[in-house]
């Protein structure tokens, strides 16, 4: 069984779904999907928690795959309020949702080695080869960040991708520190830089694992729809999602995931078509 870890709510759903579209497309082994969600409405109307309906039809998606696959989706809403409400770094440079991974040591389900992938990732093979990766005497492993290794530590991580050793990090208490950093200190990268401030012992992997900008070479497993810096036809930055098909093909040049997002669009309309069915029975 190969776990993985998802945070998010509602508005990055097809986030959840483009990517394990990929997952599946490409992996025989059963997977379980543990989703970590919120309802945060207190600092945004738009951060409602991942329904019933979302998490149900991405469970169908694992399941039509491998019968043995499945989506769980866990509510930490109270744990997130207890442990971050009103901190420092609630306004990060992305959304609260980032925050969410740091809570894995407080669920008693999550098993002994968990893959975390944020939502803006695609999977071009299959992920067995990143999840069974000898990490044994080790908190976790990571790829370098593309700018962070140069502009603030050669070792710096992105934590888009972080293979993880549940049982060596609640020995060392990794997550437990990056939390209380998150409380009583304001950071730049937030999650990112309390994960690395916190660490004992990480693992690096190569690039190949967590690719930040280009996706042209082939054995790339991890493509990572990340913020970027671009060049032409001047210096500025881009943040095209998977699911930005348009963008993604006349901007970043990517064909690659074409069939899974094909089978996404597909996907995504069969369930719109049936939630609309929903809705329509219940003012019957």
């Known amino acids: 069984m190969i776990n993985i870890l998802l945070c998010g709510n509602n508005k990055v759903f097809d986030g959840m779904l483009t990517e394990l579209i990929s997952i599946t497309n490409r992996t025989n082994e059963a997977i379980r999907c543990y989703i970590f969600t919120a309802e945060l409405t207190r600092i945004k109307k738009e951060y409602i928690a991942l ?120 020995e060392t208490g990794l997550l437990e520190k990056a939390r209380t950093k998150i409380k009583t200190k304001k950071m730049l990268f937030a999650d990112q830089d309390a994960v690395y401030w916190s660490t004992t012992k990480k693992k690096l992997l190569p690039r190949r694992y967590n690719e930040q900008s280009k996706f042209d070479r082939e054995d790339t497993l991890v493509c990572h729809f990340c913020k970027r810096l671009m060049f032409r036809p001047y210096p500025h930055t881009t943040n095209f999602k998977q699911w930005n098909i348009e963008k993604v093909h006349n901007e970043l040049k990517c064909h690659r995931f074409d069939d899974d997002l094909n089978k996404y669009l597909e996907l995504k309309k069969e369930f719109e078509k049936s939630k609309r069915g929903k809705v329509k029975n219940e003012y019957k």
């Not at 975390?116 to 976790?140: A, K, P, Q, T």
């Open 51 to 170: 329904g019933e309906e979302e998490a149900e039809f991405l469970d169908n998606l694992v399941k039509s795959k491998n019968p043995n696959s499945e989506v769980k989706s866990i509510d930490v809403t109270s744990i997130y309020e207890q442990e971050f409400m009103k901190s420092p770094n609630e306004s990060a440079y992305c959304t609260p949702y980032t925050l969410l991974r740091l809570l894995a040591d407080k669920i008693e389900e999550i098993p002994d080695k968990l893959l975390y992938l944020d939502v803006d990732m695609m999977i071009d093979g299959d992920i067995s080869e990143l999840f069974n990766i000898d990490i044994e005497d080790y908190e976790y492993a990571a790829v370098k960040e593309k700018y962070g290794c140069v502009f603030i530590r050669p070792d710096y991580i992105n934590a888009g991708m972080l293979l993880l050793n549940m049982k060596k990090i609640k």
